[in-house]
């Protein structure tokens, strides 16, 4: 057992032996590293102010990814290297980002600059060349500015992001990959005592020992979630497990008949590999939270905090999705949808653990569409999202798994709806009336500050009518941004 | 004597002065300053209910929390409970009175942050709850008001709209909008001797913050010194809205004798700060065949919130613009300041005047689908041209040509003909999407409407080795006002920029200042720190004239140089001569607008120096099925004067129509029955990302001289741009006209999915 974090700080091994379980990583940066570069914006990992970039090792090379630092803890920083505004200008030189950025006016009162060139910076690293547009907004989804409009970062982006990747964390690549690679030990991290303490076991077993034997300490993946309670709601929380380092979590199985996500698989990692799936799910990866919180959440917390409007849950319910859980020794399996079973309640034992997904893959006569509904089109939560998958024998309809998130205290199946559409022709309209009605039955949806109770109604209904259009086949576009990366069905 | 200044600095795209340290994380705003030795932090104590009084306040379990050092209420005022702007209508914490949820009720201070915020949540408050008027609807029940109705009448509006060939009536909901500046409201308040407090401030208006500071701890304001290098972001939400947390940070220090520090965090900053103010507008238009307005009459009911702010101003600047570019031969323009129990709106950029010109845009659009004309048509066809010049405030628009030239060179720019065809093909192709065009215009009065904030002051010092250093009443929000003054300054005296050293606005150094608004940053402390300059610079003139041995008129600055004839000197050696001479090399400069008449209670004479104008055009998609839309491309052009900064100013145009984008599609605040803010938090609250922006988004400039005299002949900039927006809102009403032509559409601003589907019902229903 380790009773430290070791990370790398200012190009130095950084060991702590110490520190509150909750102390997120800018509370670190500001306060006790006085390290004033990185902004406090909303102190929730919504608007970016607060990117850092943690960089990693990942076989030979360093996977360098944005985070949100408010809402990250300080024990999770573990095994990186981080990298903030102040380390990138080299002997006052500045990076070609930095460099960009001036050139192109891309700061006005210069208060998200920071937190938009650490974004820019991990882009800079990660994005394939030729960077699209397309990709530099997705890096920029969560940081927001309110000067600029954005025009001349986007410029500065497509500049600096032009060419090859060669600044001094690549120059000194070999070195870092070394000095990174030599901080993981494959041992239980445990700093603090009995009554307070941050834990990052190694394995699943020193995992499920420790969760069952502190039921009530907090489980953390992410923290996308769970940083919340600390900034916003002041929640002492003097016992926290990570999850990051249990190695068996973050495995990833890229099955013929199914894929398999470990519950600490990242957003980010799983991204690629459910964009495979359906090019449905590629966007709906892209849209949800932003790439500092696709970095930092994972599958598993998304599914096993139970979010009414998490925007995975429908769409994996729909695909057939199963959720693997366990607690000591006892390990079981359940359908995706009944896992939810009401508002803020899973059907999961204090100290349970979800270990990961399993989507099957879509075979042959099996189509799939999910569509997000917002107020803003990225870095926002759906006001309601709905998911089809549409079995087809010939032009009947043989199965259906509709399921929809926002319309809910959980994401949940349409179970009449899918009924009432089975022997239904997918090519005449007419024969989707009963169950368009019947989505009426399945749902009695809410008002809020997303959306109306009426137009969630309306739209649930209008998503099903989209979705059996594009999947009889239609000459005329059907949405505003194309399916995936195809190209429009006209 | 002739201007003989050569300008290298100024219409020069310099870049910001402080984009290095921007993009380095080294530009340290106020929560970045090392704290002084024992700084201890403050958090609010909030109000639990929106309307009611207060019976009991149990604060001992938060004295006893180990690190609170003290607990503030209304009772530790030695002053004034007061930090309104003006009328003394807002209590720095809600003594008996409580007016809307979350107002301040008492501050905890301790040793950290953490701490305070933790315990400022166990007060145990006892209230009385009442039956809060939270929206438009619930004011207009109540009657209540925050300052007195006001309507400006031109000719006779009513028999006019009688004898139109054709008439109209509507009514508008327009959307209010949260700042949402990055950087959120903090003061640091630092004790000084003899009772003196030094306050960082984040703030707009650095006077205002002083006066109020002093008034509410019983001190002269002498005795009180603010200052403010630079915010991350102010919108006019730092104009009114920084002094409460400066007050009440400065009350904190003085009872403790600590250096305090208030900083909110982001969702108690939506809770406790104003916004744009929403309106509901009912007009009713007469017009020709031609859709040329014979008559209009509108009333603007404005949710002001508890109190009156600065609602007078706003709310008049909504009046003042609600003809936008548009000829009004008889016109009624009422306007009634509605009292609510939410928190009290404020200036945002544009201040009321976005409210009107919406209205307006949106009454030619019904105009034009009435008649079956081409919007475009109807708006060029009302334009002010010479003749037809007057405003409904009587004013006369002196250079009504300037619109219309800027408005034939976009349409031309933007192919926007070609593309309505192009459109009008989509859509009759199309069942679920469809496709909206818009050009519209804008034309936006430049001067405070308050006559005695158009005034500035400035304070330049020349060193005797010839660095300049500068300091202005204006404050740096982002917007670029320092770069602009510095290459003014620059220039005055011939040297490089880097020669001038730009300060932190300080009370001490300039008093008595106008806040940074109103877009008059450049106008006003350019002017006073040329005057200032220039001065300076005589004085030099006149001792080089005699080093030199040539007329003071053969004099100039240059490169870093004096030069006269052939002769020359260093300006470093020119300004140790002047120190060893003993010539002044120090001087204040002041500036006052000139011409500006405007007499509020007889609703005559000149509100504005000078207008500025601009056009956009942008294009849209909308889903029929849905109500998602996404903006395709936006072609603007934009009257900046002779620009001093023609980066500085695309940067301005640009961020305000992205602002202004927000504000009217996907920025939607929503409070619940209880006077609840919903949205307080960019979780919930959605102002545009990078992918809300078109690939297609192009600005030009419309580079023609300032017919007045402004600085360098150039126009203000920091407001107009944000009503270029509107032409995406008329592009959706346009989209939304295609599913049934012929029929005004009702659309409410912001234009969300939901409220685009709304209309779209409303549009395909049977019944006209």
Known sequence: MRRSIRFIFCGQAREISSFDPSTTLLEWLREEMHATGTKEGCNEGDCGACTVVLARAEGDRIRHEPVNACILLLGQVDGAEVLTIEDLAANGELHPIQAAMVRHHASQCGFCTPGIVMSLFAAYHEAERPVTREAITACLAGNLCRCTGYRPILDAAGEALAGTVDDPFSRQG???????????????????????????????????????????????????????????????????????????????????????????????????????????????????????????????????????IGDLAPALIALGASVHLRLRDLVRDLALEDFFIDYGRQDREPGEIVTGLTIPRLTPGRHFRAFKISKRFDEDISSLLGAFMITLEGSIISQARIAFGGMAGTPKRARETEAALIGAAIDTPHDWMPAVQALDRDFQPISDMRASAAYRARVARALLGKALTEIAGTRSRTRIVARGSEAENA | ?????????????????????????????????????????????????????????????????????????????????????????????????????????????????????????????????????????????????????????????????????????????????????????????????????????????PSEVQHIVARVLGLADHAVTVECRRMGGGFGGKESQASHWAAIAALAAQVTGKPCKLRLDRDDDFALTGKRHDFRSRYTVGFDDRGVIAAYDIEHLARCGYSADLSLGVVDRTMFHSDNAYFLP????????????????????????????????????????????????????????????????????????????????????????????????????????????????????????????????????????????????????????????????????????????????????????????????SDLNGMAAKIAARTIRDRMAAEAARRLGMPVEAVHFAHGRVLAGEASMTFAELAKACYLDRIALSSTGYYATPGITWDRQQQTGRPFFYFAYGAACSEVVIDTMTGEMKLETVDILHDCGHSLNPAIDIGQIEGGFVQGLGWLTTEELVFDGEGRLRTHAPSTYKIPVASDIPAHFRVTLWDEPNHEDAIYRSKAVGEPPVMLAISVFSAIADAIHAVRPGRPVTLRAPATPEAILDALDRQRSPAA
């Not at chain 2, 945002?348 to 105009?367: H, K, N, S, Y």
């Not at chain 2, 065009?437 to 002051?457: E, M, R, Y």
């Not at chain 2, 330049?460 to 320092?482: K, P, R």
């Open chain 2, 330 to 521: 008889h016109a009624r323009i009422a306007s009634r300041r509605l009292k609510t129990n939410t928190v009290s709106n404020t200036a945002f950029r544009g201040f009321g005047g976005p409210q009107g010109v919406l209205a307006m845009e949106c009454v030619i659009d019904a105009i034009a689908h009435t008649l079956g004309r081409d919007p475009l048509d109807v708006r060029k066809d009302n334009l002010y041209r010479t003749g037809r010049d007057i405003t409904p405030y009587g004013m006369q628009v002196f250079d009504c040509e300037t619109l219309s030239p800027i408005i034939d060179a976009l349409e031309r720019s933007s192919r926007y003909r070609a593309r309505r065809e192009e459109i009008a093909a989509f859509n009759a192709a199309s069942p679920i999407l469809k496709r909206g065009i818009a050009l519209t215009p804008v034309k936006f009065g430049i001067s405070f409407t308050l006559k005695h904030l158009n005034q500035a002051g400035a304070l330049v010092h020349v060193y005797s080795d010839g660095s300049v250093m500068l300091n202005h009443g204006g404050t740096e929000m982002g917007q670029g006002l320092n770069t602009k003054v510095a290459q003014i300054v620059a220039d005055e005296f011939g040297v490089p920029i880097e020669r001038v050293k730009i300060t932190a606005t300080s009370t001490a150094k300039v008093p008595n200042t106008a806040p940074t608004a109103a877009s008059s940053g």
């Open chain 1, 174 to 308: 070999a070195e870092r990959l070394a000095a990174l690679r030599a901080l993981p030990d494959n041992r239980d991290i445990l700093v603090g005592n009995e009554e307070r303490f941050f834990a990052a076991p190694a394995s699943l077993d020193t995992l499920c020992e420790l969760t069952a034997a502190h039921p009530e300490a907090t489980v953390i993946a992410g923290a996308t979630d769970a940083g919340l309670w600390i900034t916003k709601k002041l929640v002492a929380m003097p016992k926290v497990v990570a999850l990051n380092h249990v190695a068996a979590l973050t495995e990833i199985v890229d099955g013929e008949a199914a894929l398999f996500l470990g519950a600490g698989v990242t957003h980010a990692r799983a991204l690629p590999f459910l964009a495979r799936l359906d090019p449905d799910l590629e966007t709906l990866m892209l849209r949800f939270g932003s790439a500092q919180v696709r970095a930092s959440g994972t599958i598993g917390g998304n599914i096993a905090n139970g979010s009414p």
């Open chain 2, 1 to 205: 004597m002739p201007d003989r200044t050569t300008l290298n600095a100024v219409r020069k795209p310099l870049p910001h002065d402080s984009a290095i340290r921007h993009v380095t994380g080294s530009a340290p705003y106020i929560d970045d300053l090392p704290e002084p030795q024992g700084t201890l932090h403050i958090a609010l104590g909030l109000a639990p209910i929106a309307r009611g009084r207060l019976v009991a306040l149990d604060l001992d379990a938060i004295r006893a929390k180990p690190g609170v050092v003290a607990v503030l209420t209304a009772a530790d005022i030695p002053g004034k409970n007061d930090v309104s702007p003006a009328l003394g209508d807002e209590p720095m914490f809600a003594d008996d009175e409580i007016s809307f949820h979350a107002q301040p009720v008492f501050a905890v201070v301790a040793t950290t942050r953490r701490i305070a915020r933790k315990a400022a949540r166990r007060a145990r408050i006892e209230a009385v709850p009442e039956l809060p008027a939270v929206d438009i609807a619930d004011a207009l029940e109540t009657g209540e008001t925050v300052l007195p109705d006001y309507a400006f009448l031109r000719g006779t509006p009513d028999p006019a709209l009688k004898g139109a060939p054709h008439r109209l009536a509507g009514e508008i909901e327009i959307g209010g909008q949260e700042h949402f500046y990055l950087e959120g409201q903090i003061a640091l308040a630092i004790p000084g001797e003899g009772g003196d407090i030094f306050v960082h401030s984040s703030t707009q208006h």
